[in-house]
C-alpha cells in the first residue's frame, strides 16, 4: 500500500542483527523493519518523515531507510543477493 509515515533510526545507534530498527506505516498496516546484519546506523533518511511515499516511488534510489556500518562481516553471508530475493518473492505469490 501507499507509505504515509516513517520512523528512521538516530545515526549512532547500534543494533543486533534481527532488532527492530525503523517502522513503515501504510494506509493499511504498519511494519517494522529489522536490521540485517550486527553493526551501527551510520545514516537514517530523515527525508522520508517529510516525505514518506518516496518509498512507493523510488525504494532503490531516494526512498532508502538507513545506512549501516557492518558489525561482523560473516552476516553477510547469510543475505539474498538481487536474484535470490526475486526467486523468494516469486515463491509467495
Known amino acids: 500500500g501507499d507509505v504515509v509515515f516513517?520512523?528512521?533510526p538516530d545515526?549512532?545507534?547500534?543494533?543486533?542483527k534481527g532488532d527492530e530498527?525503523?517502522?513503515?506505516?501504510?494506509?493499511?498496516?504498519a511494519s517494522e523493519i529489522y536490521a540485517p546484519i550486527s553493526g551501527e546506523v551510520s545514516e537514517g533518511n530523515a527525508?522520508?518523515?517529510d516525505a514518506p511515499?518516496?518509498?512507493?516511488?523510488?525504494?532503490e534510489g531516494d526512498g532508502w531507510i538507513f545506512k549501516m556500518s557492518i558489525g561482523d562481516a560473516s552476516e553477510l553471508?547469510?543475505?539474498m543477493d538481487a536474484a535470490a530475493y526475486a526467486d523468494h518473492v516469486?515463491?509467495?505469490e
Open 90 to 92: 516469486a515463491g509467495l
Open 11 to 16: 545515526a549512532g545507534k547500534a543494533v543486533d
Open 6 to 8: 516513517v520512523e528512521v
Open 53 to 59: 511515499a518516496t518509498i512507493n516511488s523510488n525504494a
Open 77 to 79: 553471508d547469510e543475505l
Open 21 to 29: 530498527v525503523a517502522v513503515v506505516e501504510s494506509v493499511k498496516a
Open 47 to 49: 527525508t522520508l518523515e
